[in-house]
C-alpha cells in the first residue's frame, strides 16, 4: 500500500495541486491523489495475487 509519504504519492499530489491551483481547485488535488493511491494499491494487489 502506499502511503502519504510515498515518493510517487507526493510527486503526483503535488503536480495536481499545481494544475488544480491554477485553476482554483485546490481540494480536487487531494480527491485526486488520494484516487491515484487508491487505483495504484488495488493494481499492485491485484498484480500480487497473480503471483
Not at 4 to 26: F, M, Q, S, W, Y
Request: glycine share 8%; hydrophobic share 30%; aromatic share 8%.
Amino acid at each position: 500500500m502506499l502511503g502519504p509519504e510515498h515518493g510517487d504519492v507526493r510527486r503526483a499530489r503535488a503536480v495536481l495541486i499545481g494544475v488544480h491551483r491554477t485553476n482554483g481547485r485546490t481540494e480536487d488535488a487531494d480527491a485526486a491523489t488520494a484516487r491515484y493511491r487508491y487505483q495504484t494499491t488495488r493494481t499492485s494487489r491485484s498484480y500480487r495475487a497473480c503471483f
